[in-house]
């Protein structure tokens, strides 16, 4: 199956910058993969904090992070990177990054249901 590898997660002052990256492996179709990142609180529901679509010209970002995060896909090393920038301690959590094998280039998804591939998890503490 895909594997999809998370890092760069720690903490981070209120205010402060933090980059994710989630790296594919090589057998992947990483550019006809639509991907998205997701996190997850402590008794929270998980949520699609950003999406792109195949090519990265296409982009989401759910309104509590619109701003603030940005999402980006290098087709070429098969990495997709959150950077994360202001961060408020309400942005503490488990992002996961997921892949989406979608027929569709020009589409992004927010939902978990059709991420098919989904990474560890990297915690992202912030601290007031």
């Known amino acids: 199956q895909v594997q999809l590898v998370e890092s760069g997660g720690g903490l981070v002052q209120a205010g402060g910058s933090l980059r994710l990256s989630c790296a594919a492996s090589?057998?992947?179709?990483?550019?006809?993969?639509?991907m998205g990142w997701f996190r997850q609180a402590p008794g929270k529901e998980r949520e699609c904090v950003a999406a792109?679509?195949?090519?990265?010209?296409?982009?989401y970002y759910a309104d509590s992070v619109k701003g603030r995060f940005t999402i980006s896909k290098d087709n070429a090393k098969n990495v997709v990177y959150l950077q994360m920038n202001s961060l408020k301690p309400e942005d503490t959590a488990v992002y996961y990054c997921?892949?989406?094998?979608?027929?569709?280039?020009?589409?992004?998804?927010?939902?978990?249901?059709?991420?098919?591939?989904w990474g560890q998890g990297t915690q992202v503490t912030v601290s007031s």
């Open positions: 997921a892949a989406n094998p979608s027929p569709f280039g020009s589409l992004y998804y927010t939902g978990a249901s059709v991420y098919d591939y």
């Open positions: 090589s057998r992947t179709s990483f550019s006809r993969y639509a």
């Open positions: 792109i679509n195949w090519s990265g010209s296409r982009t």
